[in-house]
Structures are given as C-alpha cells and as structure tokens.
C-alpha cells in the first residue's frame, strides 16, 4: 500500500486537501473550494481548468493524449497542467493566474 502524502496545495489560497485513490487536481480543487474554471465537464477539451504546477511535477500521473493534444493547441507551458487529467499521486503544490 502507498502510504505516500497525496496533499494538494492551492497558492496562494491558502487551501489544502489530501487528494483520495484516483483524484485529479480538479476533484480535490473542488472539495476545498478552490474556484477553478472547466467548462467541459471535465473531459480535457476545454483547458478552462490550466494550473501551473509550484511542486510536485512528478506527482502528478503524466498527461493524457487528449492533454497533449490540448496543451499544444493552447500553447501551454510545460509546467502548466490540465487540473481535470492530472491524477494526484503524491504530494503537490499548483496555482493559477486569477488566485
Ligand atoms: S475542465 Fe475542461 S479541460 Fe479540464
């Protein structure tokens, strides 16, 4: 069993949770009550939901195809991530430009 700290930080919201089994980082922004936008029912299409990545890059479980697909239509940054993709395997810390 991975007894590993799955903690997702919200910054500079001051927010935190431990993300349960399989949780992206939007499951976990919404039970905190970190606002973070989506628009397309979390399927990956509409990148409402970018977060940039603080710590913790390789605790998130690495991007989709759909992801990749849309981090380069929308030009995203590598450290950037769609919240709705990234399952949260370890401890991580992620912000957006509107906190
Ligand atoms: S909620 Fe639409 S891409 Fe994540």
């Known amino acids: 069993m991975n007894t590993q700290s799955r903690i997702v930080n919200f910054s500079p919201l001051g927010l935190e949770a431990e993300a349960k089994a399989d949780e992206t980082v939007l499951d976990v922004a919404r039970r905190t009550g970190a606002p973070l ?5 979390a399927v ?3 990148a409402r939901c970018v ?3 603080l710590d913790g890059a390789e605790s998130l479980s690495p991007p989709t195809a759909i992801e990749t697909r849309v981090a380069a ?3 995203l940054d590598p450290a950037e991530r769609l919240a709705c993709q990234a399952v949260v395997m370890g401890p991580c810390r992620v912000t957006t430009g509107y906190w």
């Open 44 to 46: 990956g299409i509409c």
């Open 37 to 41: 936008g989506n628009a397309c029912g």
């Open 51 to 53: 977060v940039r990545v």
């Open 73 to 75: 239509r929308n030009k």
